[in-house]
């Protein structure tokens, strides 16, 4: 994961772009990089978060952590991240962390189809060029 995420941080430099990552980042995991006693990835601009409302005790701090985008010439160490709940009181306590620069709720993957038409096996709506 370190060694694709440093090639991400590369074609991103290169480009102007942002590295967001999911996943695990975590101390408790042994994740975090470049100091795996510590949550975050330096390399990524922010992480994201979904569905986990009730668990901000553990993606507070998680969130919060100085590591997150302190090797991006793009944030310079300002993470971006980002959180999706099932309910409003999981959104509120992820904005109140103020650990999350954006946060939504979304409480089913149910729902339409993109206006744009169907998506390709790759994921991208059928008008966007890859």
Not at 8 to 20: E, I, P, Q
Not at 37 to 56: P, R, T, Y
Not at 62 to 67: A, I, L, R
Not at 96 to 124: E, I, M, R
Request: with cysteine; glycine share 14%.
């Amino acid at each position: 994961a370190v060694a694709l995420t440093q090639t991400l941080r590369s074609v991103a430099d290169a480009h102007g772009l942002l590295v967001m990552v999911n996943g695990t980042w975590s101390a408790n995991d042994g994740g975090g990089y470049p100091n795996a006693a510590q949550s975050g990835n330096a390399l990524a601009d922010g992480g994201f978060v979904e569905h986990h409302d009730g668990q901000i005790g553990y993606f507070g701090p998680y969130g919060c952590s100085s590591q997150w985008a302190a090797q991006s010439p793009v944030t310079r160490g300002a993470a971006i991240n980002y959180a999706v709940t099932d309910t409003a009181a999981g959104l509120r306590e992820y904005v109140d962390s103020g650990c999350y620069a954006y946060v939504n709720q979304q409480s089913s993957y149910n729902g339409t189809v993109a206006p744009w038409g169907s998506f390709h096996p790759t994921g991208l709506p059928s008008r966007v060029a890859y």
